[in-house]
Nanobody, 124 residues
Framework: QVQLAESGGGLVQAGGSLRLSCETS????????MGWFRQVPGKEREFVAG????????YLPNSVRDRFTISRDNAKNTVYLQMNSLKSEDTAVYYC?????????????????WGQGTQVTVSS
C-alpha cells in the first residue's frame, strides 16, 4: 500500500509563508506526476499545483501561480509546495497526490493515490 506522508501545515498570518512536504513510501513513484489539491468544507477539491514525473515542468492555476511553487526531489521521494503571500482564501486542507501516469494530475480522476491531508489556516 502506497503511503503519502504530508507535513508543514499550520496556522499563519495573511502575507506569511508555509512549505508543505509530501514523502512517498515507494521509490517506483519517482516517474509519476505529482501534485496538490485543496478542499474547503462544503466545496469540491480544487487542483492547486502539479509537476511532471521528470520534474521538468510544473503547472499551477492562475489563482496561485504568482505565489505558490511546486518542486520535487526524486532522490528523496518527496514533493514540496512552497506557499508565499498567503491569503485567508488559501485556508483549506491540502492533499498531496500521485498521478496515474507521468503527467500532471489535473483532475481527481487522474489521481492514483491521496495523502491524508494537512490543514492550512491563514488568519487575516
Amino acid at each position: 500500500q502506497v503511503q503519502l506522508a504530508e507535513s508543514g501545515g499550520g496556522l499563519v498570518q495573511a502575507g506569511g509563508s508555509l512549505r508543505l512536504s509530501c514523502e512517498t513510501s515507494e521509490r517506483t513513484l519517482g516517474g509519476r506526476g505529482m501534485g496538490w489539491f485543496r478542499q474547503v468544507p462544503g466545496k469540491e477539491r480544487e487542483f492547486v499545483a502539479g509537476i511532471l514525473g521528470s520534474g521538468a515542468r510544473t503547472y499551477l492555476p492562475n489563482s496561485v501561480r504568482d505565489r505558490f511553487t511546486i518542486s520535487r526531489d526524486n532522490a528523496k521521494n518527496t514533493v514540496y509546495l512552497q506557499m508565499n503571500s498567503l491569503k485567508s482564501e488559501d485556508t483549506a486542507v491540502y492533499y498531496c497526490v500521485v498521478s496515474r501516469g507521468s503527467a500532471y494530475p489535473l483532475t481527481q480522476e487522474e489521481v492514483s493515490y491521496w495523502g491524508q491531508g494537512t490543514q492550512v489556516t491563514v488568519s487575516s
